[in-house]
T-cell receptor, first 111, second 114 residues
Framework: ELKVEQNPLFLSMQEGKNYTIYCNYS?????LYWYRQDPGKSLESLFV?????AVKQEGRLMASLDTKARLSTLHITAAVHDLSATYFC???????????FGKGTRLSVIA | NAGVTQTPKFRVLKTGQSMTLLCAQD?????MYWYRQDPGMGLRLIHY???????AKGEVPDGYNVSRLKKQNFLLGLESAAPSQTSVYFC?????????????FGNGTRLTVT
């Protein structure tokens, strides 16, 4: 059974600082997804990582995938308040099977 | 382009009542999913469908039924609501290549069972 673990689950960081969110998963997969959710809103796709070593960047966020370590990271550079949200990673087990989500990391960026 | 539309947005039920949540997508997606989101639990899969006329159980299917009679619609039914079903329900769909595509989510239905 595929399990996906994120850490930390809660993160309070100062504006301008850097930090990394980690996503570990339990079985072999080379497809990983990151989503953002604002309070009371739906989930928005951020990154799709489809192979070992994949790296995607959008603004102050950069995601990477290491399939051998079964690990993805979401790195935040010089955080700003607008990045405050909950971030989820999700992993494909294989083929057409549904995504399995981590529990999410609630990020709060404070001045 | 509406994407994924869920109705209703909010609903309050009494224990034992029934209701149906409707999900409609206009992207011609094959795959559709129902998740529930509870505080501290992330998203948990209830049921899903890999095409018109097909359904399958997810992680937490008990107390729910689904139907996919038309490709664009995926219905989630609660036959006899229980307080444990108080949650936010999200419908999602996924494109033709499935495994290389992210999920597209609806805006959610907030359900309270008293």
């Amino acid at each position: 059974e595929l399990k996906v673990e994120q850490n930390p689950l809660f993160l309070s960081m100062q504006e301008g600082k850097n930090y990394t969110i980690y996503c570990n998963y339990s079985t072999t997969s080379d497809r990983l997804y990151w989503y953002r959710q604002d309070p009371g809103k739906s989930l928005e796709s951020l990154f799709v990582l489809l192979s070992n070593g994949a790296v995607k960047q959008e603004g102050r966020l950069m995601a990477s995938l290491d399939t051998k370590a079964r690990l993805s990271t979401l790195h935040i550079t010089a955080a700003v308040h607008d990045l405050s949200a909950t971030y989820f990673c999700a992993v494909d087990n294989s083929g057409n099977t549904p995504l399995v989500f981590g529990k999410g990391t609630r990020l709060s960026v404070i001045a | 382009n509406a994407g994924v539309t869920q109705t209703p947005k909010f609903r309050v039920l009494k224990t034992g009542q029934s209701m149906t949540l409707l999900c409609a997508q206009d992207m011609n997606h094959e795959y559709m999913y129902w998740y529930r989101q509870d505080p501290g639990m992330g998203l948990r899969l209830i049921h899903y469908s890999v095409g018109e006329g097909t359904t399958a159980k997810g992680e937490v299917p008990d107390g729910y039924n689904v139907s996919r009679l038309k490709k664009q619609n995926f219905l989630l039914g609660l036959e006899s609501a229980a307080p444990s079903q108080t949650s936010v329900y999200f419908c999602a769909s996924r494109g033709g290549q499935g495994w290389n595509s992210p999920l597209h989510f609806g805006n959610g239905t907030r359900l309270t069972v008293t």
